[in-house]
């Protein structure tokens, strides 16, 4: 880091070392876990000696403090059946058994250090070029010189996929989906940005409503909580001295 650089700070403590190169969904993880440390603290959950982080990594007291503050502060309400069923109805391919994709893809990876924005814009350009060529080759040939994952040596082929096989951002984007081709958007996951091709699909099995109530109920429940800890974290960086990393601010207070 440059010295004429703003060191990423919550609240004066320092979210990377000088010398740390992170990409900006790293440094945001940093953040927020910063913020939920000393949002402990301030409850009392957590003493106030506990140690910085170093390289991003929390104490075990940490840990559990922000568990207990979490679990007291968001409130989230369990899902009524009538719920469940309309979010089972508009998704009921989610929960097929069975799904399989045949899979190729190129990986631009995200690693210390790289220029997200110029590799997104690389990715992009990849996507266009993709799909706006016909040549039956072109996909491998692209995978072979410019993925950053071992497959591209094989054309970027991944094989027949399950759910089960991936990473779940990954999962979500390719299964539940009727599309075949290169898909007309990046798939971002926690490897990078992909530019991703399905070369054929055999749907899985439906079962029921009442079959797959408990998974449905617990999507309803992470998306639930996701929001009410997204909006709490809002909070808390409107009420925190955030240096050198973009977060959005909330004015108001946490919503129930």
Known sequence: MHATEIQPRINDVALAQPDEALGADELRQRACTELLRQAAMAA????????APVQGAISEAAGTAIEALLERELQTPEPSEEACRRHHAANAARYAVGERALVRHVLFAVTPGVDVNALRQRAEACLIDLRSSSGADRFAAVAASTSNCPSGAQGGE?????????????????????????????????????????????????????????AVAQSLRQQSFATALRQYLQLLAGQARVQGVDLDAAATPLVQ
């Open 158 to 214: 991944l094989g027949w996929l399950t759910a089960a096989d991936c990473a779940p951002e990954f999962a979500r984007e390719l299964f539940g989906h009727t599309e075949v081709g290169v898909l007309p958007r990046l798939v971002h996951s926690r490897f990078g940005l992909h530019v991703v091709e399905v070369l054929a699909r055999e749907a899985g099995v439906q079962p029921s409503f009442e079959a797959v109530h408990a």
């Open 44 to 51: 009392g959950l957590l003493d106030a000696g506990d140690p």
